[in-house]
């Protein structure tokens, strides 16, 4: 006992000491406002209490989450959610510091990508053992793998938001003389340098390899039908399958149609919203950026699928991202954290459910049949004038997130950075598969991946 | 009598040696532990014996960033302790009030959070109406990508670097100055001496102790300069600004185990202390011979 505490001691103590050292990791951003949450403290005695942290988003989406922890709270009297509100900046270091102490709270959001590697690690439970099979059946598929293990549920998906839409200026489209959106990659560039005059660039997306890393794996899966790994993780597989991608970005680069420089992060649609670009690959969530805070552009701002290299249409060109509710591994109470996620999103009130969609204007999309289908309908008359072209002609190609360790993504990433900088489309790709290999190699990732 | 001395000197010494240990030297010790496992915080830690070391140092990224670390720091502490010098020598030269202010100006920048400073400078070095290029666009230069080019983007970084730790060197400089005594000067002065003189041969070698304890802090400082690269580049383009701390932080955030942002960490405390070691071996530390 004496030396478990004296362990546990020692690795928050250590945690805390790597903290220091990566220098003031733990600063919160100014304006950023304190942890806020649902639940009141009303508990119902004899109730078990269940810990809820979810990652503070947008107003409108953090009342919801307090509402539909409120709606279950009153709705029976044998579980109490107690919900936490993290802001974005403070989650890692508290989340950190939480698992240290052995605190972490019985369940929390996370986004895709972190799932199979909570799962690996033995962070989350599989949730295939709480929740019944019949809840998961309205999932779609190629959700639901993103989430799953060998043959285990560890998450529960919320909601999902395509990567990448093109989002076109159409005033700028008709003055020019060009009809609408390009449909190919050759007319894309071609489009990009018609329109590129002035302050306005012709096309903006990524470009830099942070952003690269994730925002471009469906155009990784358009250009070469794979991802840059093999499927069991045992070897890289960049070869020139991939060229066309690094080309169109070192061509528009080079030719001035996209910013030397990017004009803000990829998941920034102000540039788009102000007027500086005529198109701009991002993801479905500009809807609701446009709608609330540029709603004279709305008219004027078009959105289609971006084009396919292979002139395929059903080939996927975007990923869906998007947010998903775990119980951590070390919570007492999994069986009470599992019934409040199958309460709440998996059929209990799909009513109260379709309010976050409405509350975000239908810039995200549910992984549940049965909900999207009621989602994409309201859409039809809402304020989201695109809404339903991404629920029908993105949603339904898109691919998973990647699952592999980050480092891949980003070793990818910095060829197409490299390429677009000017350096040969071969050398970059070979650069590329040197370092994946490396990586492989260093992390004996061969065989890890998950089936 | 000797005894009780003893037993009070310890007694005396005991607080800071248990909270060293407590906060030092035991996550040191915990910290080089567990960098020997791939360690998480749900699973038994797997020893892997040296392989953390191994990765870290076979990855190019780490070397590149220990190295541009170096660079920065190069670029980043002498000017700062040039410009730190003459302006500590002007304020002693101006009179009280006048000297307030510049103290007073001098020092703000300190005080100002780095992440503001560096959104600040995002602001001045931004590509599409930053302040920079508009200047710059007076004299008909075209429009740059500061922060976007890989030729520029260090540069870039050092400038609000040298800023934010001027205030503190500038001041603790001017203390220097002004705790030389002015007969030597006044000796030097019937010597007819030269400013120049004067400051090569009285001033620099009195202040040496002065100049060794802002080149260690400043060097070790810049080298792990965090907040700069990650508020205003993330550490691009193509990895240019990725500084030590930085790539450390990254894995840290990102990788799956722990075990390696360990390694790396012990590595750069490694690399950082031969340098310190060997700035105090060559800048031999001497006890003040004045009064």
């Known amino acids: 006992m004496r030396s478990t505490q004296f362990r546990a001691m020692g690795i928050v103590a250590a945690a805390g000491a790597i903290a220091l050292t990566v220098a003031a990791c733990g600063s919160g951003t100014p304006g950023q406002p304190a942890d806020t949450g649902g639940g009141g403290d009303d508990v119902p005695e004899g109730a078990t209490s269940v810990e809820f942290w979810q990652l503070s988003f947008q107003d409108v989406e953090n009342d919801w989450y307090t509402d539909a922890i409120d709606a279950f709270n009153s709705s029976q009297e044998d579980i109490h959610v107690n919900l936490t509100q993290v802001p974005g900046d403070a989650w890692e270091q508290r989340m950190t510091a939480a698992q240290a102490a052995g605190n972490a709270p019985d369940m929390y959001t996370i986004a895709y990508n972190g799932v199979i590697s909570a799962a690996t690690t033995g962070q989350i439970v599989s949730l295939s053992d709480h929740i019944e099979d019949d809840v998961w059946s309205d999932m779609q598929e190629n959700v639901l793998g993103s989430v799953s293990m060998d043959g285990a549920h560890y998450a529960f998906p919320m909601l999902v938001e395509p990567s990448s839409v093109l989002w076109y200026r159409t005033d700028l489209f008709e003055a020019a003389g060009i009809d609408g ?24 997306s990524a470009q830099a390899a942070g952003d690269m890393g994730w925002s471009t794996w469906g155009l990784q899966w358009n250009v070469a039908g794979h991802l840059p790994i093999s499927d069991d993780w045992s070897q890289a597989e960049v070869g020139d399958e991939y060229a066309p991608l690094l080309q169109a970005w070192q061509d528009m680069y080079a030719a001035g149609s996209m910013p030397q420089q990017a004009l803000a992060g990829y998941a920034d649609a102000n540039p788009m919203g102000q007027g500086q670009l005529a198109m701009n690959m991002g993801g479905s969530w500009f809807a609701s950026v446009f709608i609330n805070d540029f709603p004279e552009m709305v008219e004027n701002i078009g959105a289609a699928p971006m084009p396919s290299f292979h002139g395929d249409p059903a080939a996927p060109t975007a990923t869906l991202g998007g947010w998903t509710w775990v119980v951590d591994a070390k919570s007492e109470v999994p069986e009470e954290a599992a019934t ?23 810039s995200k999309y549910s992984p549940r049949s049965a909900v999207n289908d009621a989602l994409v309908e309201a859409a039809a008359d809402s304020e989201n004038p695109w809404a339903s072209m991404i629920a029908s002609e993105i949603v339904p190609t898109a691919m998973p997130e990647a699952s592999y360790p980050w480092d891949i993504s980003l070793a990818f990433a910095t060829a197409l950075e490299q390429a677009m900088q000017g350096t040969d489309v071969s050398t970059a790709l070979a650069d590329a598969e040197t370092e994946i290999n490396r990586l492989i190699e260093a992390n004996q990732l061969a065989g890890t991946a998950p089936q | 009598m000797s005894a009780r001395s003893n037993v009070m000197a310890y007694a005396m010494l005991a607080p800071i040696v248990v909270l060293l240990t407590i906060f030092v030297v035991w996550p040191v010790v915990y910290a080089i532990y567990l960098s020997f496992y791939n360690w998480s915080f749900y699973t038994p830690p797997i020893p892997v014996g040296w392989r953390n070391y191994v990765n870290v140092l076979g990855d190019r990224t780490f070397i590149e960033s220990v190295g541009r670390g170096l660079l920065f720091a190069i670029i980043v502490v002498p000017t700062q302790l040039v410009i730190g010098f003459l302006f500590a020598s002007l304020v002693k030269t101006v009179s009280g009030k006048i000297a307030t202010i510049l103290k007073v100006s001098i020092y703000i920048p300190t005080i100002i959070s780095g992440v503001i400073a560096s959104i600040v400078f995002v602001l001045i070095y931004n590509y599409q109406g930053g302040i920079l290029n508009a200047f710059v666009g007076i004299f008909g230069v075209e429009k740059q990508a500061w922060l976007g080019n890989a030729d520029t983007a260090l540069a870039a970084l050092t400038v609000p670097a040298v800023w934010l730790g001027l205030g503190i060197g500038t001041l603790i400089m001017l ?26 041969f009285i001033t620099i070698p009195l202040m040496r102790n002065i100049f060794l304890y802002l080149l260690i802090a400043g060097f070790t400082g810049a080298v792990q300069q965090f907040e700069l690269p990650l508020v205003m580049t993330d550490g691009g ?5 990725l500084l030590p701390n930085l790539y450390i932080f990254q894995h840290f955030r990102n990788d799956t185990y722990v075990g390696y ?4 960490a012990i590595l750069l405390m490694l690399v950082l202390g031969s340098i310190s070691a060997g700035i105090f071996r060559v800048l031999n530390s001497e006890k003040a011979v004045d009064g």
Do not use: C, M, N
Request: glycine letters at 10%; zero cysteines; charged letters at 20%.
């Open chain 2, 175 to 200: 203390a220097g100055l002004v705790d030389i005594p002015t007969s030597y000067y006044e000796a030097a002065d019937l010597d007819g001496a030269s400013w120049f003189q004067k400051t090569f």
């Open chain 2, 261 to 264: 942002s360990i390694a790396a």
């Open chain 1, 340 to 362: 409040v996620i199958a309460s709440i999103l998996g059929g209990g009130d799909d009513e109260h459910l379709l309010e976050y969609f409405e509350g975000t204007q239908y």
């Open chain 2, 237 to 241: 383009p193509l990895e240019r600004t």
């Open chain 1, 181 to 204: 959106p390009p449909t190919t990659w050759e007319e894309l560039q071609d489009y990009a340098a018609q329109l590129t005059t002035g302050d306005v660039y012709g096309f903006g």
